[in-house]
Structure formats: structure tokens, C-alpha cells
Nanobody
Framework: QVQLVESGGGLVQPGGSLTLSCVAS????????MGWYRQAPGKEREWVAS???????DYGDSVKARFTISRDNAKSTATLQMISLKPEDTAVYYC???????????????WGQGTQVTVSS
């Protein structure tokens, strides 16, 4: 079994910052892309950011210049640094990773349980 464990969510005031962490564990042979989605109540799930194994990031238009995604391949972790947070950023944030569990590489998507981010005064 593979598990993604997320942490770092919470309540922050507008303009504040939060850092989310995602740690993959279990029977992992290799990890390809990692990234984050978010979903606010009553809205569709929205892609936030992704990062390649070599560290090349990409971002959704709504978070560019405010969020930074990074990864540590040795620790099987991904991090989302969020600054200048807005009320519109309030959502459950989900980490995902494409993971192979065998040496005969075959990647499948795994998801974290989600962590709540609330931006409010």
C-alpha cells in the first residue's frame, strides 16, 4: 500500500501565509509527477500546481506569483508554499502523486486525504 499524508492546513488571515506538506510512504519504487488540487464548497475541483521529477513547476492562473511548489525526492515529499492568501483560496487542498510500486515501472495516481485551508478575518 502507498499512502500520502498531508499537513499544514489551518486558519490564516487574508494576506497571510501557509505551507502545506505531502509525504509519500509505503511500497514506492519511483515517483513521477506530484502536485496539488483544491476544492471549495459548491465548486468544481481546481488544479493548483504540479512539479516534475526534475523540479520543473507549473501553476494555475489563479495562484501564479503567490504559490510555490517544490519537492524533495530523497524524502518523497512535496511542499506548497502559499503567500498573500485571499479568501478565495479557502478550500480543501489535495496532494497527488504518480507512483510506481514495482521495478517494472508502471505509474498510477495516488491521492492524499485533503487538508483544510481557511482564509478569513
Amino acid at each position: 500500500q502507498v499512502q500520502l499524508v498531508e499537513s499544514g492546513g489551518g486558519l490564516v488571515q487574508p494576506g497571510g501565509s501557509l505551507t502545506l506538506s505531502c509525504v509519500a510512504s509505503g511500497n514506492i519504487f519511483a515517483i513521477n509527477a506530484m502536485g496539488w488540487y483544491r476544492q471549495a464548497p459548491g465548486k468544481e475541483r481546481e488544479w493548483v500546481a504540479s512539479i516534475t521529477p526534475g523540479g520543473i513547476p507549473d501553476y494555475g492562473d489563479s495562484v501564479k506569483a503567490r504559490f510555490t511548489i517544490s519537492r524533495d525526492n530523497a524524502k518523497s515529499t512535496a511542499t506548497l508554499q502559499m503567500i498573500s492568501l485571499k479568501p478565495e483560496d479557502t478550500a480543501v487542498y489535495y496532494c497527488y502523486a504518480a507512483i510506481s510500486t514495482t521495478r517494472w515501472v508502471h505509474f498510477q495516481d495516488y491521492w492524499g486525504q485533503g487538508t483544510q485551508v481557511t482564509v478569513s478575518s
